[in-house]
């Protein structure tokens, strides 16, 4: 059940790459320190909730993450 968080992390590591945002500059951004959002970043912390992945599962719904237009 990590496929949803991996997809996520994947679009925001994309997304920061697009941007040619460094973990620095985006924690910076976003009031986080940069260990902190590593730990975001390579799964450490900030996992989708496993009954919320238990939900989405069975609904048949996927928590996608899609740049804003």
């Avoid at 500059?25 to 989708?48: C, D, I, M, Y």
């Amino acid at each position: 059940m990590t496929g949803m968080n991996e997809q996520v992390r994947a679009a925001a590591k994309a997304r920061m790459k697009e941007r040619q945002l460094t973990q620095t500059e985006l924690a910076k951004k976003t009031g986080l320190t940069q260990p902190a959002l590593a730990k975001l970043l390579n799964g450490n912390v900030g996992r989708v909730p496993e009954n919320w992945q238990r939900i989405l599962d069975e609904l048949g719904l996927e928590l996608v993450a899609i740049p804003k237009e």
